[in-house]
């Protein structure tokens, strides 16, 4: 396979939805964020295709990144770690939390 875009989404649980329902009576966990960082590293460090065009604008993300993935591994992997290295709580956002 050789994919040209990688479109990154945070799942959050809207107000009436079924899955925040789930949510809501403990039927479904979420990651937290730092799982999600974890994740997103993760996958990160294991694509190697640097041409490969990722997006990652919308609101729900916890970090936004758009490029190529040669121009923003490194950076982001880096931003990834002193997020997980400091637990900056700065980084939960409203719209990660479902509140847009």
């Known amino acids: 396979m050789n994919p040209y875009l990688l479109g990154l989404l945070t799942t959050v649980p809207m ?3 079924a899955l925040f329902r789930q949510v809501t009576k403990g039927d479904f966990k ?5 799982e999600v960082l974890e994740g997103l ?28 993935l040669g121009e923003v591994k490194s950076s982001t992997l880096d931003h990834i770690n002193r997020h997980l290295l400091m637990k ?3 980084l939960i956002g409203k719209a990660y939390l479902g509140q847009f």
């Open 15 to 17: 107000e009436g939805t």
């Open 30 to 34: 979420l990651l937290d964020p730092y």
């Open 41 to 68: 590293k993760l996958l990160l460090e294991n694509l190697d295709h640097d041409n490969l065009l990722i997006d990652s604008t919308h609101g729900s993300n916890l970090l936004s990144i758009k490029g190529t």
């Open 88 to 90: 900056d709580n700065d």
